[in-house]
Nanobody, 127 residues
Framework: EVQLQASGGGLVQPGRPLRLSCEAS????????IGWFRQAPGKEREGLSC????????AYADSVKGRFTISRDYARNIVYLQMSRLEPEDTGVYYC????????????????????WGQGTQVTVSS
């Protein structure tokens, strides 16, 4: 059974960091891409970052470039999203997704590029 478990969300003050984790099981981690998406209240789901575990390629949305970093732990089948200088606009439910690698642009922007989804973790940035 394929499972993606997103965790690490919470309430954080503006400017502070937070690290999200996406633990994968049930599929070959090294052959898949993992993407992070955000669903803010009243907005469409937005692709934030992705990593192609097959070759290490990464991509970031302009809204998070320079503030968020995606990384992987092959030994533990975990992909991290390290978020820094958080802003109230970063508030939302964060989802990780897994799927077969395609173009980096598709993996970054297109939710339908992914076959598997985690349950989401809430991030609230507020003072």
């Amino acid at each position: 059974e394929v499972q993606l478990q997103a965790s690490g969300g919470g309430l954080v003050q503006p400017g502070r960091p937070l690290r999200l984790s996406c633990e994968a099981s049930g599929f070959t981690f090294d052959d898949h891409a993992i993407g992070w998406f955000r669903q803010a209240p009243g907005k469409e789901r937005e692709g934030l970052s992705c990593i192609n575990n097959a070759n290490g390629d990464t991509a970031y949305a302009d809204s998070v470039k320079g503030r968020f970093t995606i990384s992987r732990d092959y030994a533990r089948n975990i992909v991290y999203l390290q978020m820094s200088r958080l802003e109230p606009e970063d508030t939302g439910v964060y989802y990780c997704a897994g799927g077969s690698p395609s173009t980096i642009w598709s993996m970054l922007t297109t939710a339908t590029s992914y076959d598997y989804w985690g349950q989401g973790t809430q991030v609230t940035v507020s003072s």
